[in-house]
């Protein structure tokens, strides 16, 4: 494996008159930048990346960020949530329970496009 863990943060834009909304406008771009400084601090440059994704398609409930191995899923993410999914999900392999995805996650998503 190239990489330890992969953390995808969607940074994806759209006009603002979408009704999805996008990640981009809730800060994506810092969320991951936040990621690299920590990375950074850590020591884990070449070993930890983040990687800005285009839409992972969870726009109406983003910014959204995606960690591998493993697949944790977390929405509704702000710059200040990144230093908790880091040390609790990057260094000790731990979710943040309240920023976590969940099946009523995606079941508010179809609900809000009437799936
Ligand atoms: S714009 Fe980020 S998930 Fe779609």
Redesign the pocket.
């Known amino acids: 494996m190239r990489y330890r863990k992969q953390i995808f943060v969607?940074t994806?834009e759209?006009s603002q008159d979408s009704p999805k909304g996008?990640?981009a406008s809730g800060g994506?771009s810092d969320i991951r930048y936040e990621f690299v400084k920590l990375i950074n601090e850590h020591g884990l440059n070449g070993k930890v990346r983040s990687n800005k994704s285009g839409?992972?398609?969870?726009?109406e409930v983003?910014?959204?960020v995606v960690i591998y191995p493993g697949g944790l899923w977390y929405t509704g993410v702000t710059v200040e949530d990144v230093p908790e999914i880091f040390e609790k999900s990057i260094l000790n392999n731990k979710s943040v329970e309240r920023l976590l995805s969940t099946q009523r996650t995606w079941d508010d998503l179809d609900k809000l496009r009437n799936v």
């Open positions: 969607c994806n759209r996008c990640c994506g839409c992972l398609d969870a726009c983003g910014p959204a």
